[in-house]
């Protein structure tokens, strides 16, 4: 089984702070990887798919990439809505979810 | 729209049954594959079953291998999962997700739905 790792678990930041979130695959996925914001209550969204796209409507502040066992998460510029927990996701074989880094206010 | 309506979670005895449907809308069901994932109370996400348009591929994790079964009703445009010999652990949120086949991601979800294994 391919097993995600995700650092921090969790990070204090402030609004308009670059924001970078790394996930760790425990064998190469190549860029088959998947980045998730899920908010209190409610189901997650997908933001960044195959390592580096962005999905549609998601803001151009957020920005994905890596290959092989190493990627990141990255928001430019922190907005009060940006506020949850990210989940990477692994789909090379099955689908495998990190732990989650929740990222709340400073 | 693209809509996933979850229901049928609620409150069961451990070693008890119960089966979830998701009613899908906005798209044609019968051209997605479609997964369930899980979310206990409080922790990250777990998927833990994936089944093709057409049902021909069905796959889960190895935590609900032989007690869950995972199947779909393209002319009701409905997933469901039937869960039996249920386990404390097995208390959480239940989410459906769909995705268009093996090696992508899932695009949609439903708000997902409660199941509570306690005695």
């Known amino acids: 089984d391919i097993q995600m790792t995700q650092s921090p678990s969790t990070l204090s930041a402030s609004v308009g702070d670059r924001v970078t979130i790394t996930c760790r695959a425990s064998q190469s996925i190549s860029t088959w990887l998947a980045w998730y914001q899920q908010k209190p209550g409610k189901a997650p969204k997908l933001l960044i798919y195959k390592a580096s796209s962005l999905e549609s409507g998601v803001p151009s502040r957020f920005s994905g990439s890596g290959s092989g066992t190493e990627f990141t998460l990255t928001i430019s510029s922190l907005q009060p809505d940006d506020f949850a927990t990210y989940y990477c996701?692994?789909?090379?074989?099955?689908?495998?979810f990190g732990q989650g880094t929740k990222v709340e206010i400073k | 729209e693209v809509q996933l309506v979850e229901s049928g979670g609620g409150l069961v005895q451990p070693g008890g049954s119960l089966r979830l449907s998701c009613a899908a809308s906005?798209?044609?069901?019968?051209?997605?594959?479609m997964n369930w994932v899980r979310q206990a109370p409080g922790k990250g996400l777990e998927w833990i079953s994936y089944i093709t348009s057409s049902s021909a591929n069905i796959y889960y994790a190895d935590s609900v291998k032989g007690r869950f079964t995972i199947f779909r009703d393209n002319a009701k445009n409905s997933l469901y999962l039937q869960m039996n010999s249920l386990r404390d652990e097995d208390t959480a949120i239940y989410y459906c997700a769909r995705c268009v086949g093996e090696v992508v991601p899932f695009d949609y979800w439903g708000q997902g739905t409660l199941v509570t294994v306690s005695s």
């Open positions: 906005g798209f044609t069901f019968s051209g997605y594959s």
């Open positions: 996701q692994q789909y090379n074989t099955y689908w495998t």
